[in-house]
């Protein structure tokens, strides 16, 4: 019976507990939220939102899933770099546009990731809310940035070991987020180092932290494949867009920040 | 017997509903994939999304630089602010997901920075 109790308190706490992060509503019992030309319109009003602000380099997030299933502090659930590029089309032409250089997870296996080149609508596609935060770098440091994304340094960086609330303070494992903190610290200080990327972050950082009850910390790595806190001491802290906006903001490094909404 | 049923119920029904509990963070979608058809598509042609696929892109880091590699310019527009940027009309997507290639190659890239889809 103890055992019978014990398992239905896990259900419970597993049923109310938040959620992390995800784009888990274009799986095939999800709702439908857009239309796939609300989704395009939304995506180009994004690019010529940030074009207009001439940046070459822009860090862009996106919700996807209900904010009400997200843990305080978090409101946007994946983020990348938008590019200014030339785009050859499959016809021939040259078009401008933004090119978008993210860390995904597989989708098949969820504790895996892998550095994936993709575009505007494709970043939107299946989100929860079209709504997008934007932070623009300042010039030079969009210049840095660049010339991380053009260098070895960008593949020597990524991390396949996928943690959803990975630290950003060393480098056991790695999402979206921290992968983005990672690139812009290697830009800023020149170096493709981790360990001193990694000291840099621990003492000019502040991370976000998760607040889940000792039952999910402990239940959560056995039942979540993209979930482990091995990389954490204490508490569960990791990288967001709003740490990392923060972060820009604090040390002058930002021109603008806003975001987008339908 | 009963009991274990129970247990061996709610287990499963645990294993079924933790995972979107703590769920992913960034999966990746095509919009071309994605199942949230136009509704309008669905009926006729006439107002249905354009898409291009993209195949290849290069960072762009001045207007009237196409394909130029980053860094081969001066430093110079790095120190002012920056102007507003063209886009195209048009919507671009990413082309279909990695496969083993056949005998002839659909196109060879140089490097990684301009290729498409999964590195």
């Known amino acids: 019976m103890r055992i019978l109790q014990l398992v239905a ?78 785009i050859q ?63 070895g340094t960008y593949k020597k960086l990524h991390n396949p070991k996928y943690s959803v609330v990975a630290s950003p303070f060393n480098n056991q494992y790695q999402n979206c987020t921290e992968y983005t903190l990672d690139v812009l610290m290697s830009a800023l200080y020149r170096t493709d180092d981790m360990d001193q990327l990694k000291a840099n972050a621990a003492e000019y950082f502040t991370p976000q932290t998760i607040h889940l009850s000792p039952l999910k910390t402990l239940f959560g790595p056995i039942f979540v494949e993209d979930f482990t806190t091995r990389d954490h001491n204490d508490a569960i802290e990791t990288a967001t867009f709003t740490t990392i906006k923060n972060f820009m903001q604090k040390y002058d490094l930002t021109l603008e920040d806003y975001s987008v909404k339908l | 017997m009963r009991k274990q049923s129970c247990i061996l119920f709610l287990l499963g029904f645990l294993l079924m509903t933790a995972q979107p509990a703590i769920a992913q963070g960034s999966l990746g979608h095509s919009i071309q994939a994605s199942k949230h058809g136009s509704q309008a598509g669905a009926h006729s042609a006439v107002g249905a999304a354009k898409l291009t696929s993209g195949i290849v892109a290069v960072p762009l880091i001045a207007i009237g630089e196409v394909g130029k590699a980053v860094g081969s310019t001066g430093e110079a527009m790095w120190d002012e602010a920056n102007e507003p940027l063209p886009i195209a009309s048009e919507t671009v997507t990413a082309g279909p997901p990695p496969s083993v290639p056949s005998d002839k190659p659909v196109i060879e890239n140089s490097s990684t920075l301009t290729s498409t889809g999964r590195e």
């Open chain 1, 9 to 86: 308190c896990i259900l419970w706490l597993s049923l109310s507990s938040p959620v992390f992060a995800g784009n888990m509503s274009t799986s095939d019992d999800s709702p439908v939220n857009f239309t796939q030309e609300e989704i395009i319109s939304f995506a180009k009003k994004v690019e010529k939102s940030i074009a207009g602000k001439g940046a070459r380099v822009a860090i862009v997030s996106r919700v996807g899933r209900s904010p009400e299933e997200l843990p305080s502090g978090i409101n946007y659930t994946h983020m990348a770099f938008w590019v200014y590029s030339n």
């Open chain 1, 89 to 151: 089309t499959a016809d021939g032409r040259n078009i401008r546009g933004y090119q978008i250089y993210n860390l995904y997870q597989r989708s098949e296996e969820l504790d895996v990731s892998d550095l994936v080149n993709d575009f505007p609508a494709d970043f939107f596609a299946g989100v929860f809310e079209l709504e997008a935060g934007i932070v623009i770098p300042k010039p030079k440091v969009q210049k840095a940035i660049l010339d991380v994304i053009a260098s």
